[in-house]
């Protein structure tokens, strides 16, 4: 199977949900072998950062990856539109050190990246697979992987709250799949947690066009959910993106209770050093 890139360039612009600032991200076609690779802009030049498990360097609300001088945020989104999808290779320049959050979901990569169009490439896709059971727990918190021919992920929430309670759904990763069913759920939280992350620097671009705000008696949104179970189709949506870190395409299933961005990168880091677990190789 070869690897694949973008026919076309296309852009993205809105507001960044921590900064509260305008920013954009252009999508360009990228050479084979080259994974995807956000290139920063800054006043001292151009960087460019990789997704990399050790390269995770916040995970608060959502996933920044860092070379220790320079950090690009909240593109969990981003890479699982891009892994949804099935692109290999990708540069995404950004410019304001935030991706835009959009509409809180991966919707309008999705739709720019279908209108974009994709290209087939020389090279074959180079994917890891998991091997072998791999199990990593903290507190209620679990993610355990087994070897499965495909991309695969069964995933539990529980909240205290009657708007949520427990959902669950399993999910198969198939490019038109995902773009259907879980590509366009939305970011989500608690109205009482607004004034306390403000006041810590956070969401301060967090508004009802791009996070579900749940209240006491419900849903504040006057438009209501996309999907009854959209708060778990959304874990989801993270999960995928989160384990796009490890830099190349995964094969495995994921059975997941609990997980955040803090525990998705902990077992991506030790699922990736764990001796045995993964096995590098080509899809032909």
């Given at each position: 199977?070869?690897?694949?890139?973008?026919?076309?360039?296309?852009v993205?612009?809105?507001?960044s949900l921590?900064?509260?600032?305008?920013?954009s991200?252009?999508f360009?076609?990228?050479?084979?072998?080259s994974?995807?690779?956000f290139?920063?802009q800054?006043?001292?030049?151009?960087h460019?950062?990789?997704?990399?498990p050790e390269a995770?360097?916040?995970?608060?609300?959502?996933?920044?990856?860092?070379?220790?001088a320079?950090?690009?945020s909240t593109?969990e989104?981003?890479l699982?539109?891009?892994?949804?999808?099935e692109?290999?290779?990708?540069?995404?320049?950004?410019?304001?050190?935030?991706?835009?959050?959009?509409?809180?979901?991966?919707?309008?990569?999705?739709?720019?990246l279908?209108?974009?169009?994709?290209?087939?490439?020389s090279?074959?896709?180079?994917?890891?697979?998991?091997?072998r059971?791999?199990?990593?727990?903290d507190?209620k918190?679990s993610i355990?992987?087994e070897?499965f021919?495909?991309?695969?992920v069964?995933?539990t929430?529980?909240?205290?709250?009657?708007?949520?309670?427990v959902?669950?759904?399993?999910f198969e990763?198939?490019?038109?799949?995902?773009?259907?069913?879980?590509?366009?759920?939305r970011?989500?939280?608690?109205?009482?947690?607004?004034?306390y992350l403000?006041?810590?620097?956070?969401?301060?671009?967090g508004?009802?066009?791009?996070v579900?705000?749940?209240?006491?008696?419900?849903?504040?949104?006057?438009e209501?959910?996309?999907f009854?179970?959209?708060?778990?189709?959304?874990?989801i949506?993270?999960?995928?993106?989160?384990?796009?870190?490890l830099?190349r395409?995964m094969?495995g299933a994921?059975?997941?209770?609990?997980s955040?961005h803090?525990?998705?990168?902990?077992?991506?880091r030790?699922?990736?050093?764990?001796?045995?677990a993964?096995?590098?190789?080509?899809?032909q």
């Open positions: 199977m070869p690897q694949t890139t973008l026919a076309d360039s296309f993205l612009e809105g507001v921590h900064s509260g600032i305008m920013v991200m252009e360009r076609p990228a050479p084979a072998d994974g995807i690779v290139h920063v800054s006043g001292d030049g151009e460019l950062l990789a997704p990399r995770v360097g916040a995970t608060e609300l959502a996933t920044t990856i860092s070379d220790g320079h950090s690009v593109i989104h981003v699982a539109g891009l892994r949804g999808m692109v290999d290779n990708a540069a995404v320049y950004v410019e304001g050190g935030e991706v835009p959050i959009l509409d809180g979901s991966a919707r309008l990569v999705v739709e720019g279908k209108k974009a169009g994709l290209q087939k490439q090279s074959p896709r180079r994917i890891a697979r998991v091997a059971e791999f199990s990593f727990a507190g918190k355990c992987a070897p021919d495909g991309f695969r069964d995933y929430i529980r909240f205290d709250h009657p708007a949520i309670g959902q669950r759904f399993c990763l198939e490019p038109e799949a995902f773009a259907k069913e879980i590509a366009c759920a970011t989500f939280g608690f109205l009482r947690d607004v004034e403000r006041s810590h620097g956070l969401a301060r671009g508004s009802l066009e791009n579900v705000v749940i209240g006491e008696q419900g849903v504040v949104n006057s209501g959910l996309r009854a179970d959209e708060f778990v189709r959304h874990k949506l993270d999960f995928i993106g989160d384990m796009a870190m830099g395409p094969l994921f059975t997941v209770e609990c955040g803090a525990h998705n990168n902990a077992f991506l030790r699922l990736a050093s764990a001796p045995g993964l096995e590098e190789t080509e899809i």
